[in-house]
C-alpha cells in the first residue's frame, strides 16, 4: 500500500474514532440521567413520584434525540425506553408508558424518526397518544401522530409487492387493572407524512385500519410473526362467560386454544381462521418451531 494512502486512511480512522468518543462524553450523562429516570418510572411505588420522573423523562428524550447523532443510539441501558427499528432502515420508534400505581392507569409516549435511503436521519416526529374509547370505533379510523392509539411496540413486519413497502407493527397496551390490549397496526409513511392505519386487513366485509384485541388482564396472549410461515399468529378469545350480555365485558375475555393467522397476499393481510397449530414448545407469547400450520377455514 502506498505511504500516503496508508497515512490518509489511518487519519480518516483516528478521526472516527474521536468522533466516536466525542458522542460518548457527550451523550454519556445524559443517557444516565435517563437511565436512573428510567428505573423510578418503571420501580418507583409512588405515582407523584413516577409522574416526576415521567416529565422529566420527556424532557430529557426529546432533548437527545434532537441531538444530531442522536439516531446512532441504541438506549441499551435505558430499560424503561424501548427502542424498535424497521427491518430495512426506513424508520425507528421510541416509545414508554408511564403506569399509575393507584388509579392503574397507563399513558404512551414516543417518536418515530425517518431515514432516507443513505441511512441518513431525516425527519423526527413526536407521538401523542389518544386513548382508545372505543375499540370497534377505532379500527375503522386513520390516525396522524397526534392522535396515536398508543401502546408498547414490540414487532416490525415488512412485506414488498411491486417495490412498495407495506409495514405492519405489533403492540402491547396495558388498558386497566382488569384488561389488557394488543394492537395490530399497519403504518404508511409517504413523503414524511405518518399515518397509522391503512385498509389493508381483510377479516370479512370492509378492510379494518387496525385490530385491537383487548382481554383479562389476568390472562396471556400469543400475537407474533412466524417468520418460517410469514404469518402473524394468534390467539382466538372468547369470554368465560356464555351469557349474551358478558359480549364486550374484555376482562372476562381470554385465549381459547384456538389459533388465528393473518397471512399476506397481493397488498392485504388475510384473515385466516380457526387453524391448526402444533408447537413443541409454549405457544403462549414464545417463538417455537411449527411441527404444522393448517388453515382449516379461510374467510375473504
Request: aromatic share 10%; charged share 25%; net charge positive.
Amino acid at each position: 500500500m502506498p505511504k500516503k494512502l496508508f497515512l490518509l486512511l489511518l487519519c480518516f480512522a483516528t478521526g472516527f474514532l474521536s468522533a466516536q468518543q466525542v458522542d460518548t462524553l457527550r451523550f454519556g450523562p445524559s443517557l444516565l440521567r435517563l437511565q436512573a429516570l428510567g428505573d423510578s418510572l418503571i420501580k418507583s411505588r409512588n405515582d407523584s413520584t413516577r409522574l416526576a420522573a415521567n416529565a422529566e423523562f420527556s424532557l430529557l428524550t426529546d432533548s437527545i434525540l434532537h441531538e444530531k447523532g442522536s439516531e446512532l443510539l441504541s438506549f441499551y441501558q435505558v430499560k424503561a425506553l424501548s427502542v424498535l427499528p424497521s427491518p430495512d432502515h426506513a424508520f425507528v420508534i421510541y416509545n414508554w408508558m408511564c403506569s399509575s400505581l393507584q388509579t392503574s392507569q397507563h399513558n404512551y409516549f414516543g417518536y418515530i424518526r425517518l431515514f432516507n435511503k443513505k441511512g441518513e436521519s431525516v425527519q423526527l416526529t413526536k407521538l401523542t397518544d389518544k386513548p382508545i374509547e372505543n375499540n370497534e370505533d377505532v379500527e375503522t379510523k386513520r390516525l396522524g401522530p397526534d392522535e396515536w392509539p398508543g401502546c408498547i411496540y414490540y414487532k416490525v413486519i415488512v412485506q414488498e409487492v411491486k417495490k412498495r413497502k407495506f409495514y405492519l407493527l405489533l403492540g402491547w397496551a396495558p388498558h386497566t387493572a382488569f384488561s389488557t390490549r394488543k394492537i395490530v397496526e399497519p403504518i404508511t409513511l409517504s413523503q414524511g407524512k405518518i399515518q397509522f392505519g391503512a385498509p389493508v386487513l381483510k377479516t370479512g366485509g370492509r378492510p379494518r385500519m387496525r385490530m385491537v384485541f383487548e382481554y383479562s388482564a389476568q390472562a396471556t396472549m400469543a400475537l407474533r410473526w412466524e417468520e418460517n410461515k410469514k404469518m402473524v399468529v394468534f390467539d382466538n378469545l372468547s369470554s368465560t362467560d356464555p351469557r349474551p350480555e358478558s359480549k364486550g365485558m374484555y376482562s372476562l375475555y381470554g385465549p381459547d386454544m384456538s389459533y388465528n393467522a393473518l397471512k399476506f397476499e397481493k397488498g392485504y393481510w388475510i384473515l385466516n381462521k380457526d387453524i391448526d397449530i402444533r408447537n413443541t414448545g409454549d405457544t403462549k407469547g414464545k417463538d417455537g418451531n411449527m411441527k404444522k400450520l393448517r388453515i382449516t377455514r379461510k374467510t375473504e
